[in-house]
Structures are given as structure tokens and as C-alpha cells.
């Protein structure tokens, strides 16, 4: 059985690449664009690890990462972030907040992605 990913990512763009970059290595994956979304899904979906940008819609990164630290169903998952907002005060906030990894957008590729995802929960 494949392993599942929660992307939440608002730019498009980057969103079905990230997708198609995992989908391509065997994982199976889950988009929502915002954080609210992203909250009710983790809740839904039996998810192996979470992908999420810190500048999101309705609810930032750091405060998903609170609140999927505190669902029983949800409070062990990795966690990285993969974000352009690139100081120490966010990755400080975010690890704080729980994140497993945090990635700068600008420094990673994709492949990158996928290594650290393969790191953290093994092949799909």
C-alpha cells in the first residue's frame, strides 16, 4: 500500500509539480490550498507525512503545524516544511511549532523533496 501525502501549498503551480514528483516516486497524494483545508483533510485522511508552506490562506503554516501537533491522529506524522520564507525567526516558529524538516523553497529541488520524504517515512 502506497504511502500518503498531504501537500498544502496555495501556488498552483508548485503544488502539481511537487504532486507529480511524488506520484512519480509511488507515493500517493493528497492538495489542499489552505490551512483550514489542510486541517479537515489531516482529520480524513490516513496520512504518512505533510508537506506545507508557512504563507497560506485562512490559516498559516505555523498554526497547522500547532494544530496537527495536538490530533491524536496526527501529532507523531512528520512534518516538513517547504517554504521561501527563509529566516531564522520562521524556522524557529515552525520547528517549535513541531515541523520535522524545514526546507527553503529557493535552496531544494524537488528531487530534494522527495529524498527527505523517503529519508523521514522510507519508499512508497
Not at 494544530?67 to 516538513?80: A, H
Not at 515541523?99 to 520524504?117: G, P
Request: charged content about 25%.
Amino acid at each position: 500500500m502506497s504511502k500518503t501525502i498531504l501537500i498544502v501549498e496555495d501556488d498552483s503551480f508548485i503544488q502539481e509539480l511537487t504532486a507529480k514528483k511524488l506520484q512519480k516516486a509511488g507515493f500517493t497524494v493528497v492538495m489542499v490550498k489552505n490551512g483550514q483545508d489542510a486541517i479537515k483533510k489531516a482529520e480524513e485522511a490516513d496520512l504518512d507525512l505533510v508537506i506545507c508552506d508557512l504563507l497560506i490562506p485562512h490559516i498559516d503554516g505555523f498554526e497547522v503545524i500547532t494544530k496537527l501537533r495536538t490530533i491524536e491522529k496526527t501529532k507523531d506524522i512528520p512534518i516538513i516544511v517547504f517554504s521561501n520564507l527563509a529566516d531564522s525567526d520562521a524556522f524557529s516558529r515552525a520547528t517549535s511549532a513541531g515541523a520535522t524538516k524545514f526546507l527553503v523553497k529557493a535552496n531544494f529541488s524537488l528531487s530534494d523533496v522527495v529524498q527527505e520524504v523517503e529519508t523521514l517515512i522510507g519508499k512508497a
